[in-house]
Structures are given as structure tokens and as C-alpha cells.
């Protein structure tokens, strides 16, 4: 059970990215996938979330408007577009998939990332001002 996410790089500010997060050894269809990032210095914060189904989706307000979230289930792949990008927006990036992770309670602050069971390796993410 595996979460593989690439992707990212160095881009100037007001560029775009477009990071994956491939699944191996699950379906997953099965399971809401969540990003996340962590800057240096800070504590990993919840950036956007997908249903299973690619349904409903949530964004944190820094990103909203500007990161879209989706999926192709028939790849076992979920993507997140990182359009007008800003420095504030360097960070580590992480997808990460469990069973107690839904857009509802990304959207209520309510996950614990301590207890999110499968994680990407996580993929830098550096914006130039």
C-alpha cells in the first residue's frame, strides 16, 4: 500500500505546477485523498481534499481559487493543479490517504495528521518571488 506523489520543482511566482499522487496496492477509489504541505519552520497544514468519487473537493482559503484538485480513478491518480503561485506557497507537498479523511472533516478542521495511515513521500514545491 502505497502513495507516490511527484510533481514538483522551482517555478517564479505567478507560474504553475501540476502535482500527482499514484497509488499502488489499493483501489483508490475507495478513499478521499488529502494534500498537505509543510514549509520550514511550520507545522503541516491541510491545503485541499477529494471525495472518493472526485464529487465534492475542499480547499484551505490561501489556495482557494487558485489550486484545483481531481482525480482519474482508471489511474489511481490524483492531481493537484497549483496555478498563481506565490512564495508563501514553498513547501513540502503530501497527499495522503485514510479512512477518517473526507472533505467534511478537512473542511472542520477535525483530522489528525498524526493518525493518517498511508503517506506520499512528499515532493518539493519552491516559488520564486
Known amino acids: 500500500v502505497q502513495l507516490q506523489a511527484s510533481g514538483g520543482g522551482l517555478v517564479q511566482a505567478g507560474g504553475s505546477l501540476r502535482l500527482s499522487c499514484a497509488a499502488s496496492g489499493f483501489t483508490l477509489e475507495r478513499y478521499a485523498i488529502g494534500w498537505f504541505r509543510q514549509a520550514p519552520g511550520k507545522e503541516r497544514e491541510g491545503v485541499s481534499c477529494i471525495s472518493g468519487s472526485g464529487a465534492s473537493t475542499y480547499y484551505a482559503d490561501s489556495v482557494k481559487g487558485r489550486f484545483t484538485v481531481s482525480r482519474d480513478n482508471a489511474k489511481n491518480t490524483v492531481y493537484l493543479q497549483m496555478d498563481s503561485l506565490k512564495p508563501e506557497d514553498t513547501a513540502v507537498y503530501y497527499c495522503?490517504?485514510?479512512?477518517?479523511?473526507?472533505?467534511?472533516?478537512?473542511?472542520?478542521?477535525?483530522?489528525?495528521?498524526?493518525?493518517?495511515?498511508?503517506w506520499g513521500q512528499g515532493t518539493q514545491v519552491t516559488v520564486s518571488s
Open positions: 495522503a490517504a485514510d479512512t477518517s479523511l473526507s472533505v467534511e472533516t478537512m473542511k472542520f478542521n477535525l483530522v489528525d495528521i498524526r493518525y493518517l495511515e498511508v
